[in-house]
């Protein structure tokens, strides 16, 4: 997709104007870039992206995420190399780090979490003990942890791991994974999530 094709769709009302930017952003186009081609833009969707992009440091921030993970890593060293990079996206900017279409902001991402537990509500996959894999910060485990029996987070960055103990570790169970040797009972689990 080329930025012309994230802005389109975004002015055409078929994607958010955080998802829009994220993906403008992350792609390596330039805010000022971004501001001259939305110069023609009317409507409530191009004002949105104006206001996102007046916080640039939220934009440097998210850029500096986005740089740190290399999510086409492979061999020996792509585990270590995916670890390494999540938990310096977590130094920089925990809820970037989890989900680059919060732009950093945590009421984003709070909304954002809010609409998926909706979603799952809404086809009645709230139940049980669920695990979530690839937890982070733990924003999704802690949202469903009210809502049904227990949830296991797992994530494979340690600091994103003791970030969500910080945050949520009253609510929910969080530990560090490679993925590779889940030594987990078959039928354990009612709901498995891999989100973002």
Same mark, same amino acid.
């Given at each position: 997709?080329?930025?012309?094709?994230?802005?389109?769709?975004?002015?055409?009302? =078929? !994607?958010?104007?955080? /998802?829009?930017?994220?993906?403008? /952003?992350?792609?390596?186009?330039?805010?000022?870039?971004?501001?001259? &081609?939305?110069?023609?833009?009317?409507?409530?969707?191009?004002?949105?992206?104006?206001?996102?992009?007046?916080?640039?440091?939220?934009?440097?921030?998210?850029?500096?995420?986005?740089?740190?993970?290399?999510? %086409?890593?492979? %061999?020996?060293?792509?585990?270590? @190399?995916?670890?390494?990079?999540?938990?310096?996206?977590?130094?920089?900017?925990?809820?970037?780090? #989890?989900?680059?279409?919060?732009?950093?902001?945590?009421?984003?991402?709070?909304?954002?979490?809010?609409?998926? /537990? @909706?979603?799952?509500?809404?086809?009645?996959?709230? &139940?049980?003990? #669920?695990?979530?894999?690839?937890?982070? !910060?733990?924003? #999704?485990?802690?949202?469903?942890?009210?809502?049904? %029996?227990?949830?296991?987070?797992?994530?494979?960055? *340690?600091?994103? #791991?003791?970030?969500?103990?910080? &945050?949520?570790?009253?609510?929910? =169970?969080?530990?560090?994974?490679?993925?590779? &040797?889940?030594?987990? *009972?078959?039928?354990?689990?009612?709901?498995?999530?891999? /989100?973002?």
């Amino acid at each position: 997709m080329t930025d012309a094709d994230a802005l389109a769709l975004c002015l055409a009302g =078929r !994607i958010s104007a955080p /998802v829009a930017l994220a993906r403008l /952003v992350l792609g390596g186009v330039a805010p000022d870039l971004i501001e001259g &081609r939305l110069a023609g833009a009317h409507g409530p969707d191009g004002e949105v992206l104006r206001r996102l992009l007046a916080d640039r440091g939220a934009l440097g921030r998210l850029a500096e995420v986005g740089a740190c993970v290399d999510h %086409g890593a492979h %061999g020996r060293g792509a585990l270590a @190399a995916l670890r390494d990079g999540f938990d310096r996206a977590a130094a920089i900017s925990p809820e970037a780090g #989890v989900a680059a279409y919060s732009l950093g902001d945590p009421e984003l991402l709070r909304a954002a979490t809010e609409e998926l /537990v @909706a979603w799952l509500a809404a086809r009645g996959l709230l &139940r049980g003990d #669920v695990l979530d894999l690839g937890c982070g !910060i733990g924003r #999704v485990a802690a949202a469903l942890a009210p809502r049904v %029996g227990s949830v296991l987070g797992l994530d494979i960055a *340690p600091r994103m #791991v003791a970030e969500a103990r910080r &945050r949520h570790g009253g609510s929910a =169970r969080f530990a560090v994974t490679d993925g590779t &040797r889940l030594a987990l *009972p078959d039928e354990s689990f009612d709901l498995v999530l891999a /989100v973002d």
